[in-house]
């Protein structure tokens, strides 16, 4: 009990006093079979699980919890599961986007409400990351966080398959009738053999190894493929190091400090991670007080060179192969040059400690500075472009396109809605070229609803069975992680409240040049004011419910799409709840 003496445990308000209300707390603890030894003197950890049925990400969670509690046996703590709403990005439709900071306040609240003195936080698919860290920022007691881990690569006739990279790949092989319904059968059977996140470089991946980064969870966690043994002694690790978080106090407002939200970009950009990066480390960081905007990811984008030799990226490896590589300790290690290795770990430790003995093991998956995959001069791992279609900024990846992409001009096709667009671009008399620029407008935080991924827009089936295989696509929507292409995404404001994007019509002349770092429409300010006088807004998505409350609080995607009301600067701290 070293630095904290029993008396300031958090759980003891509801445990130690000799009252009547202590009195119901401790029988009905009896109830469920514990003994007041199991928890006079020690610390309560709530593990939140967000495990469940539908959610393959996670499905390995149901015995990994176990290996958590052991863990926490083992350390002297009182282990207590919390079960939290699982955000499966396969299955919950319109988008987990939509939900991630519902997970947010969930887990604030549970923190708050029940006699925590510290959290386990078990997520890995896309947005239980975030939203998860979002609701543990806020409560700000000892957290520390387990990634579910990638799945093992995908096989098909000896063909190694990564997750969504190959589900767009095959899907226009098949639509361009290269394959048969027979191969996409085995696509989709052999595409995801195991649990765990997907394995390539997507947004899960790329959250956890930013968990990582931050200092918020173990050394080398973020990467471990799921059903690998040392995802088991990490989970278990991890409920030993939480009971002496506890006992040092160790709260997240000591680790995210502006430093560590810095060192959790470079990485980023390192990795050659997925852009939605962008939209939840924005919100991770503003929860913590530290005010992280869109240029910090362009100017590291200009610094740092993409290394991680990962698809959808790079070219060759996944995620098992990177973790075996050395994984995120080994890469940052390798860009150490821009990090602060100063900065406070969960470890109790320093980043410098946690990676100076980390080392690469295969130089192409994790590839020397001086031999990058991509370089900070072609556009970075991620880019910012602003311009008229875009005054508050939009994301593209230089990196998974052609670079013919990264200056391009060309007239507008647009669509109002998915399904419209869908229909169209299925159309092989579709009057389309390759050198036009599609459009998806409607689909961002407040229009989508959600901000779906929907901004990998599909090739239009025409140009597929001439063989084109991309071409500039324009959006307020975000794109999976997993995704490639010339996709320009999270156009800000969104067209759905009035962005200049809802004045784009089909024809219009668009141009995008990464190097200058613009996009822009080529119609005159006269013509846009005499369009934006005749502009309508839509009809509201949701007049009821937690769709209403999002739509009337979700702030755009350059200000990471939190609710207003749950950011720090909001209003004063929430007090401790009363026992009476």
């Keep these: 009990m070293?630095?904290?003496?029993?008396?300031?445990?958090?759980?003891?308000?509801?445990?130690?006093?000799?009252?009547l209300r202590s009195f119901g707390h401790r029988s009905r603890a009896m109830q469920m079979g514990y003994d007041p030894q199991d928890w006079?003197?020690?610390?309560?950890?709530?593990?939140?699980?967000?495990?469940?049925?539908?959610?393959?990400?996670?499905?390995h969670?149901?015995?990994?919890?176990?290996?958590?509690?052991?863990g926490v046996l083992e350390a002297g703590g009182f282990p207590m599961e919390l079960p939290a709403i699982s955000l499966s990005e396969n299955f919950m439709k319109p988008t987990t986007m939509l939900y991630r900071n519902m997970l947010a306040m969930e887990a604030e609240?549970?923190?708050r409400a029940y006699p925590a003195d510290g959290a386990v936080l078990m997520g890995g698919c896309d947005k239980t990351t975030p939203g998860l860290l979002l609701?543990?920022?806020?409560?700000?007691?000892?957290?520390?966080?387990?990634p579910a881990g990638p799945m093992l690569r995908g096989n098909w006739q000896g063909k190694t398959l990564g997750s969504g990279s190959d589900s767009w790949k095959y899907w226009d092989e098949l639509r361009a009738g290269k394959i048969t319904p027979e191969d996409w059968r085995g696509v989709e059977a052999g595409i995801a053999r195991s649990a765990g996140t997907c394995m390539t470089m997507g947004t899960a991946s790329t959250m956890t190894a930013i968990a990582e980064a931050i200092g918020l969870s173990l050394p080398g966690a973020s990467s471990i493929p799921a059903v690998d043994s040392n995802h088991i002694r990490m989970a278990k690790s991890s409920g030993r190091r939480i009971v002496g978080m506890v006992w040092e106090d160790l709260k997240p407002s000591r680790i995210q400090t502006p430093a560590a939200f810095r060192n959790a970009i470079a990485v980023a950009m390192a990795m050659g991670c997925s852009t939605n990066a962008i939209i939840h480390v924005i919100a991770?960081?503003?929860?913590?007080?530290?005010?992280?905007?869109?240029?910090?990811?362009?100017?590291?984008?200009?610094?740092?060179?993409?290394?991680?030799?990962?698809?959808?990226?790079?070219?060759?490896?996944?995620?098992?192969?990177f973790y075996y590589a050395g994984g995120i300790a080994a890469l940052m290690n390798r860009i150490s040059g821009f990090l602060d290795l100063d900065c406070l770990t969960v470890t109790g430790r320093s980043v410098g400690e946690n990676i100076r003995d980390a080392k690469v093991w295969n130089d192409d998956v994790i590839r020397p500075l001086d031999k990058p995959m991509f370089t900070g001069e072609a556009g970075g791992a991620l880019t910012v472009l602003r311009g008229n279609l875009a005054p508050d900024g939009c994301v593209m990846k230089p990196a998974c396109c052609d670079p013919k992409f990264h200056k391009h001009r060309g007239p507008a096709l647009v669509f109002d809605d998915y399904p419209t667009m869908k229909k169209a671009l299925d159309d092989v008399t579709l009057d389309v070229s390759p050198d036009h620029v599609l459009v998806l407008r409607n689909a961002g935080p407040l229009g989508g609803p959600g901000m779906?991924?929907?901004?990998?827009?599909?090739?239009?089936r025409r140009l597929v069975q001439e063989g084109y295989r991309d071409m500039l696509r324009l959006s307020d929507a975000r794109m999976s992680g997993t995704s490639y292409g010339a996709c320009v995404l999270h156009i800000a404001p969104e067209s759905y409240v009035g962005g200049p994007l809802a004045l784009l019509k089909t024809g219009d002349i668009v141009a995008v040049d990464v190097e200058a770092r613009s996009i822009h429409m080529e119609v005159s300010d006269e013509e846009l004011a005499r369009r934006r006088a005749a502009w309508k807004p839509p009809a509201p998505r949701y007049e009821r419910g937690y769709g209403w409350m999002a739509a009337h609080h979700m702030r755009q995607a350059n200000e990471g799409c939190d609710f207003d009301f749950l950011q720090t600067d909001f209003g004063a701290s929430v007090p401790e709840p009363v026992i009476y």
């Design 2 to 19: 070293e630095g904290k003496e029993k008396r300031t445990l958090r759980s003891e308000r509801w445990f130690g006093p000799a009252d």
């Design 40 to 59: 006079e003197g020690k610390p309560v950890i709530a593990i939140l699980n967000t495990w469940s049925d539908i959610n393959p990400c996670h499905m």
């Design 61 to 70: 969670f149901r015995q990994r919890v176990e290996d958590v509690k052991r």
């Design 109 to 111: 609240e549970l923190l």
């Design 135 to 146: 609701g543990a920022t806020s409560m700000d007691i000892p957290a520390i966080y387990v």
């Design 284 to 321: 991770m960081a503003r929860r913590a007080g530290v005010p992280v905007g869109l240029d910090d990811f362009d100017r590291a984008s200009r610094e740092i060179p993409v290394i991680a030799n990962v698809r959808p990226t790079g070219t060759t490896y996944l995620m098992e192969d």
């Design 452 to 460: 779906p991924e929907w901004g990998m827009l599909p090739m239009p």
